[in-house]
């Protein structure tokens, strides 16, 4: 699939220049018909027909799969959930904290992988250590140093402040010889370019389809790698995470499976399963390609405004304005959209994805 056609098939594009994949993306109506579609023969057909739940846990099942091989591992090692955070409460939930047990995470993540490791520091007295980055970057000394005795590390693939890409397999390999286990939030990643989260090596990666990969909202996963299971000491228990549910005794899947509680709708999970074929249809080197002229472009015409990298990293381009409130106002009653940030200060950000064009880079320095 070329780009433009691509284009053609996100109905949002006619009436916007979009510029907030990071946030949430466009999505084609291809995807939006393909859950559509199974929203109608499982409400319609399903119930006189295999049954709405043989229906619903095939479609899972083929969903698992393609995400899967998306992410470069087995079926049996994703959770579907409703978002990245839904992920990361998920992992937090099903470790035993004890008092005093350190969690590092840096000072760019995003509060989906902020807020639970404060509620657990109120709830279970954990250390939150904060490891402190500057313009993007992670120094590894300062890893090293602080996982010493921690139990988690958890960190972002790529910064939804700066667009930088974090060195994830070395971070991992100093927090496991460190003893602690390693949860990467890759929502930022997926879509954008390629994920094998068997490279990555860490314990969980959690992420969803609605930003880069232009899936609908409610569409998230949960990687968990097979050894992090004896760790766990989970609480959340119903019929779709046990192997026999009517069994006198209960036994978790032996897969990540065992975080998915009960019934849910599948729809999202159909939509991210053809998101996925969609963006692979595209190509993530043609992704990756495309995005890499573009925000080229983008960053030339700012000149000295430009506080990501300016070299390619990711399609998330941040950049200094006097006041980002109402230049993001500005720029949307002109058709434009992007975003402020709370931080860095003074900042806002474009998000460049494979669907934008030459003339859309063009269009938003015009309006700057």
């Not at 978790?252 to 019934?263: C, D, L, M, N, W």
């Not at 980002?324 to 500005?330: C, F, G, H, I, W």
């Given at each position: ?14 009436r916007c220049t979009y510029f907030n994949t990071g946030a949430s993306g466009p999505t084609p109506r291809p995807v939006v018909d393909s859950a559509t579609a199974f929203l ?329």
């Amino acid at each position: 699939m070329e780009p433009a056609e691509l284009r053609a098939s996100i109905p949002a594009l006619d009436r916007c220049t979009y510029f907030n994949t990071g946030a949430s993306g466009p999505t084609p109506r291809p995807v939006v018909d393909s859950a559509t579609a199974f929203l109608e023969r499982h409400a319609f057909e399903a119930p006189c027909g295999e049954g709405p739940y043989t229906v619903a846990w095939d479609a899972m099942t083929g969903a698992r799969e393609v995400v899967a091989d998306h992410l470069g591992t087995d079926a049996e090692t994703v959770a579907f959930t409703q978002s990245t955070a839904d992920g990361v409460n998920l992992v937090a939930g099903a470790i035993d904290w004890q008092p005093g047990d350190v969690v590092v995470r840096t000072d760019l993540e995003h509060p989906a992988g902020s807020l639970p490791w404060d509620r657990l520091a109120d709830t279970h007295d954990v250390e939150v250590r904060v490891v402190e980055t500057e313009g993007g970057r992670l120094d590894l000394d300062d890893v090293r140093a602080a996982v010493a005795d921690a139990r988690l590390v958890t960190l972002s693939s790529l910064t939804w402040t700066h667009g930088t890409r974090f060195p994830v397999p070395e971070v991992v390999d100093i927090a496991h010889e460190a003893g602690a286990q390693v949860l990467v939030d890759a929502v930022q990643s997926v879509g954008q370019h390629p994920v094998d989260v068997t490279e990555w090596g860490a314990d969980f990666v959690a992420a969803a389809g609605h930003k880069w990969l232009l899936g609908v909202w409610g569409g998230g996963l949960l990687y968990v790698d097979p050894d992090a299971y004896d760790r766990f000491q989970q609480t959340r228990i119903g019929y779709r995470s046990v192997e026999e549910p009517t069994a006198d005794d209960y036994a978790y899947h032996e897969g990540a499976r065992r975080f998915e509680v009960g019934t849910t709708s599948p729809v999202p999970y159909v939509a991210l399963a053809t998101a996925v074929e969609t963006i692979e249809a595209v190509g993530l080197d043609t992704v990756e390609a495309r995005v890499e002229r573009l925000t080229d472009r983008l960053k030339d015409g700012l000149g000295d405004r430009l506080l990501s990298p300016r070299e390619y990293e990711s399609g998330l381009v941040t950049f200094a304005v006097d006041d980002p409130d109402a230049t993001v106002e500005r720029l949307a009653d002109e058709g434009i959209v992007a975003r402020q940030l709370p931080f860095p200060d003074g900042a806002v950000r474009a998000s460049v994805h494979v669907f934008n064009t030459a003339d859309d880079v063009d269009r938003l320095l015009d309006a700057l």
